[in-house]
C-alpha cells in the first residue's frame, strides 16, 4: 500500500507553535487544518520553481504557491538576483529610493486605471489605505463591499451585519472579535452578480457612500454587464469604484482583470504576486481621487523599502519578457484538460472549471455524499501521491508539461479513491485526517 509522507517534524514544530503562537500561524490558510491536517505537510525547508521540500525533506508540486503571491516561479532567479543586488546596495535608505518613482511610471503603463500610486507591504493593507482614501476623498464614511479584503478594522466590522440566530456572518468563519462595533454602520456587503441588491444599498444610503470595494472576480469571469452596471450605478450615486485585485490581478492579464474586462475602477488594489513572493502592496488609481491622498495620514516605515520595489519592478518585467499571459493561458488550460480528463478516468461526473488563472474541480457527486469528505479526501490523497493542492490550482511559470502529467497521473488515483469511498460508503474508514476546515466562505466565487 502507498504510504503516506512522513511529516513528523511538521507535526513537532506546529505543536511547538501551538505553545508560542497564538493561532499557531500568521495566515488562516496557511493552518493545518486547511488541508489534510496529520498527512499534508505544514512547514517548508525550500522551494524551487514549481515545488518545494517540507520540513520532513518530503518533495511536493505545489499549486498553492504562497496563496498566489507566487507567479514566476518559487526562488526566481532574475527576481533573487536583484534583489540581492540591491540588499548589497542596501534593503532600505534613510532617504527615499528612486525606486519608488520608477515603480509607480511602471503600474501606470501596465495597469489601465493607472495614474497615481502609493505602496504597503501587503493586501489587506492596501486595501486599508484605497478605504481610508475613498473616504477622504468623498468625505463620505460608508464602504459597500463584495469580496474578501483582508484583516482591518474597516473591514472586519462587516460581520457585525451577522444573523446571530443562524450563526451565518457574511464570511463565515471570521467573526469580528476585538472590532470596534462603532464601526459597524460604516461598511455593508452586497452579494456579487445582484445590482439590484446594490442599487438598493445605494438608494437607501443616498449620499452617504464613499466607496463600492470588490473582487472582479476569483475563479469565474464576471456575469455580462454586472461590472458595467457596478460602474454606472457607482458612478451616479458619486462614490468611489474600488476593485481589489489582490488575487485576481497579474495572471489572466498583467493589467488584471480591468484589462480582460475593459471596466476599469476608480482606485485599484494590488499586492500578492506583484513581486514574485517579495512584501509589496500598491493602490493604484485616478489622479483626481488618489490626490487628496497627499493631505491624509498614510504613512509607514517599510513601506519605501527597497526589497519589495525592486522585486516588484522585475516581476512586472519579466511577465512581460516571459509572455506571462500566453504561457499561463496554456498551462492552466492544459491542466483543466488533464483534471478534466482525471475526473472522467476515475469514473466521476464533473469537471474541472473557472477561468485558467484559477481553475477548481467541480465534482457532481452523489446526493448524500459530503463534499467535505471528498474534497478531505482528494486532498489526502494527493499529498500522499506528492502534490500539494487544495481543490483549487494556481499555476505558475515554473510549472511544466511534467508537472501538469504528474499532476494528472496523481489526481486519477486520488480520485480513484473517492469513487471507492462514494461506492463502498468508505469515507470514515479511507480519510484518515479530519474534515478540512473553510477559512472563511468567500462571497465572489
Ligand atoms: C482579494 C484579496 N484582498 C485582500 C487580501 C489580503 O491580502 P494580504 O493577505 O496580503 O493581507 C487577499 C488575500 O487573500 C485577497 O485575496
Known amino acids: 500500500m502507498l ?22 500561524t500568521q495566515l488562516i490558510s496557511r493552518r493545518a487544518d486547511q488541508f489534510a491536517n496529520g498527512v499534508s505537510p505544514v512547514y517548508a525547508s525550500r522551494a524551487k520553481g514549481a515545488h518545494f521540500v517540507d520540513a520532513d525533506e518530503n518533495a511536493f508540486i505545489d499549486w498553492v504557491n504562497a496563496v498566489g503571491a507566487v507567479i514566476l516561479g518559487h526562488a526566481d532567479d532574475v527576481v533573487d538576483g536583484a534583489v540581492i543586488e540591491q540588499i548589497r546596495r542596501g534593503s532600505i535608505y534613510t532617504l527615499n529610493s528612486p525606486l519608488e518613482i520608477e515603480l509607480a511610471e511602471l503600474l501606470c503603463e501596465v495597469i489601465p486605471s493607472a495614474e497615481r500610486a502609493r505602496y504597503t507591504k501587503g493586501g489587506g493593507e492596501a486595501c486599508a489605505v484605497a478605504a481610508r482614501i475613498a473616504r477622504g476623498a468623498t468625505g463620505r464614511d460608508l464602504i459597500l463591499i463584495c469580496g474578501y479584503h483582508g484583516w482591518a478594522d474597516w473591514y472586519q466590522a462587516v460581520n457585525f451585519g451577522a444573523d446571530p440566530e443562524s450563526g451565518e456572518w457574511p464570511f463565515a468563519g471570521i467573526e469580528p472579535i476585538g472590532v470596534p462595533a462603532a464601526l459597524a454602520p460604516t461598511i455593508r456587503p452586497f452579494a456579487y452578480g445582484d445590482l439590484d441588491g446594490l442599487r438598493a444599498l445605494l438608494e437607501q444610503h443616498a449620499g452617504q457612500v464613499a466607496a463600492v470595494m470588490m473582487e472582479p472576480c476569483r475563479s469565474e469571469l464576471p456575469p455580462p454587464g454586472f461590472l458595467e452596471g457596478v460602474q454606472a450605478l457607482t458612478r451616479e450615486h458619486g462614490a468611489v469604484l474600488i476593485f481589489d485585485e489582490v488575487s485576481c490581478g497579474w495572471r489572466q492579464a498583467i493589467g488584471g482583470m480591468q484589462a480582460v474586462t475593459g471596466v476599469t475602477p476608480d482606485l485599484t488594489v494590488l499586492a500578492k504576486a506583484m513581486s514574485n513572493g517579495y512584501p509589496m502592496g500598491a493602490v493604484v488609481g485616478r489622479a483626481a481621487i488618489m490626490e487628496p491622498a497627499a493631505r491624509m495620514f498614510i504613512s509607514s516605515s517599510y513601506w519605501s523599502d527597497n526589497l519589495g520595489l525592486i522585486a516588484s519592478l522585475t516581476t512586472i518585467r519579466e511577465l512581460r519578457r516571459r509572455g506571462s499571459e500566453q504561457r499561463l493561458k496554456e498551462t492552466g488550460e492544459a491542466l483543466k484538460r488533464a483534471l478534466t480528463d482525471a475526473i472522467h478516468a476515475a469514473g466521476l461526473v464533473g469537471a474541472c472549471k473557472g477561468v485558467w488563472s484559477n481553475p477548481y474541480l467541480a465534482l457532481s457527486l452523489p446526493t448524500g455524499v459530503d463534499p467535505r469528505k471528498a474534497n478531505t479526501l482528494f486532498i489526502q490523497e494527493m499529498a500522499r501521491r506528492g502534490v500539494h493542492t487544495s481543490t483549487s490550482f494556481k499555476a505558475t511559470l515554473a ?24 461506492e463502498r460508503d468508505a469515507f470514515d474508514r479511507l480519510l484518515v485526517v479530519d474534515l478540512k476546515k473553510e477559512p472563511f466562505r468567500r462571497t465572489v466565487r
Open 3 to 24: 504510504p503516506f509522507p512522513d511529516t513528523t517534524k511538521s507535526k513537532q514544530l506546529y505543536a511547538r507553535a501551538g505553545e508560542l503562537i497564538p493561532g499557531r
Open 399 to 422: 510549472h511544466g508539461p511534467e508537472d501538469i502529467a504528474r499532476t494528472a497521473a496523481a489526481a486519477r488515483e486520488a480520485l480513484g479513491v473517492v469513487r471507492e469511498a462514494i
